[in-house]
Structures are given as C-alpha cells and as structure tokens.
C-alpha cells in the first residue's frame, strides 16, 4: 500500500521546525508531503534547506484546510493519505497500526489514531480524542472529550471502534474514495469540513475508524487559536453541516439548532464576551447568505437516518450533568 503524509502550511515555520523532524524520522513506509497554502514566511526556505526528501507543493493563495487539501492532493499519487496537522508530535511505530487496519479492512475508508494533549500526555485531545460523532443538531462530541471535558487516558477506548468522524488533525482516508466523495466542501474554509465529509462517506456505506494501537500528540490551537473568527466558522460550519447532510425535517432541525446558539450567544453576552455573541449573529447571516445564494448544495442523494446515537447533547451535558462520553 502506497502511504503520502501530507501536511498543509500557512506561515508556520516556527511549527514545522518543532515538529516536521520526528514526522520525517518516524515514518519510513510513507512519502511526505507539505502542502503551503502560499506562506510569507520562511517556510518553503526551510523545508527545502534540511528536508530534501519532503515533496512540496505551492499553492498561489490561502485557500484554508478545505480548499488547501482539495487543491495540492491533486498532485499527490499514492493509496491512502494521512492528512497531518503541522502541530502535532509523532512517534515510532504510530504508522504500521493504522496501515496494517487499511490492508485487512477494505470497508474502513477514514480512520483516525488516538489524539493525545501534547502538553498532558495522559489526558486526550480536544480536536478529535479516540474518535467523534454528533447528536441530532450535530454537535460534535468523542470518546474522551464532551464540549470543553477532556478525560484522562486510563484505558477506556483501547479497542478499535468505528465512529461517526475522524479529527482532521490526524485524517486517514483512501484517495480513491477521497476524490470519489468529492473531496472536502471549500466553502467550509476550515472546521468542521471533515464531519461532513465522513457524513457523506457515512451515506455511501464506508466505515470510519479509530485505531486504538496508534497515539499522536496534538498541539492544538496551533493552526487556527481561540478568535473571533474561529468561533464564526464553527457556528456557521455547524449550520453548513445540517443543511448538505440531514435525511429529513431539514429546517426544523436547523430552527432547532439556531435557538441554541441563541443560547449560547446569551450567555456569551453574560459573560461579556461581546465579540462570541456577534461572532454568532455573524454566522447565521453567512449562512443565510450562502442559503440564497446557493453557494451551499443540498444534493439529492441517500441519506440514513441513523447518523447520531444522542437526541440532545447539550441537555445530557449541561442539564444531566454528563461529562463523560462513557456516562452518556
């Protein structure tokens, strides 16, 4: 099996310093790849300086994660792609379990390993822990972490499981399967663009999978930190992700969802975070926008109904009290 390491660049040379090294050193069995979504750092200087052996691929604008990968795996041939963040630590050995799952498996089209905090070993990682799925309105939770809850790593997940996505922090799909889904959906620019794509993978019969024998350690907020902006494209991202994706009752759920960010941006104001509140109202007139504009498609094509294990993730968070995924 033909293995690329691809990892997307935006001004992040002071990461890929930190980090390309040990990628490089302990990945044997692939070919790596950097992706630079047009840097005005050195980036591109460095890497061509100390890493020869790492193929680069220069795109002439930021195009973000979503169109940044859509636009540079284009120039990539190999049988399955390993979608990278330039922030996260890497080890030996954390390849050949996921590799080997791919060879044995020929269903499991995404898989992702274990993200562990690279700053507390023990305690798993917010973009993505042991795997994730969504509730009804498509809030995102994982096996170790429920909103802003991360569990400490005592062994509970260590089985292979098949979730409902994969963290594009560590993102193993098929190429093949990659282009034939269409890739991911530029309009998302960044966050939330891989849920939708394992979504639609989810309606074609693919399995997604967490690999419980690989461990990488993520950095987190390396490449997008806490903004006004981040909170923008999560909530807007949210919206995209039910209008492409639910099976039926599309806007009552969507109605749904926005009287709880109506809730969320309340409490924003409580807490007089201004900026969060107006980063909400921002979002839904994006996705207004997008709606009428019909930049954003709602394709007739299958999709199930079981998508989600939860009704309401909130209410089991914030009213039960659940603050484990094992409680829910």
Known sequence: MRVAIVILNWNGEALLRRFLPAVVNNSPDATIHVIDNNSSDDSIRYIAENFSEVNQILLNKNYGYA???????????????????????????????????????????????????????????YAGAAGGYIDRLGYPYCRGRIFN?????????????????????????????????????????????EIDLCWRAFNEGFETMSISTSKVYHLGGGTLRPSYRKSFLNFRNSLFLLYKNLPEKVFF??????????????????KLEFRSAIAVLHAHF???????????????SVKKNNY???????IRHYINNNSKFLQL
Not at 158 to 178: H, N, P, V, Y
Not at 253 to 270: K, P, S
Not at 308 to 314: A, I, M, T, Y
């Open 308 to 314: 989600f294990k939860l009704k309401s993730l909130p």
């Open 286 to 300: 994006s996705f207004y926008f997008h709606l009428f504009t019909k930049k954003i498609i709602r394709k007739k």
């Open 67 to 125: 169109g940044g990968y859509n636009e540079g795996l284009k120039e990539i041939d190999a049988d399955l792609v390993c979608l990278l963040n330039n922030d996260v630590k890497v080890q030996s050995g954390w390849l050949p379990p996921v590799i080997d799952h791919f060879i044995k498996n020929e269903n499991t089209v995404i898989a992702q390993p274990h993200l562990m905090d690279l700053n507390n070993p023990n305690k798993f990682e």
């Open 149 to 193: 809850e991360l569990e400490e790593d005592d062994g509970q997940f260590d089985t292979d499981e098949k979730i409902f996505w994969a963290s594009g922090a560590c993102f193993f799909i098929r190429l093949q399967e990659f282009r034939s889904l269409g890739g991911f959906d530029a309009n998302f620019f960044a966050h939330q663009e």
């Open 253 to 270: 759920r969507i109605f749904e969802r926005m009287i709880w960010d109506g809730v969320a941006a309340f409490y924003f104001l409580l």
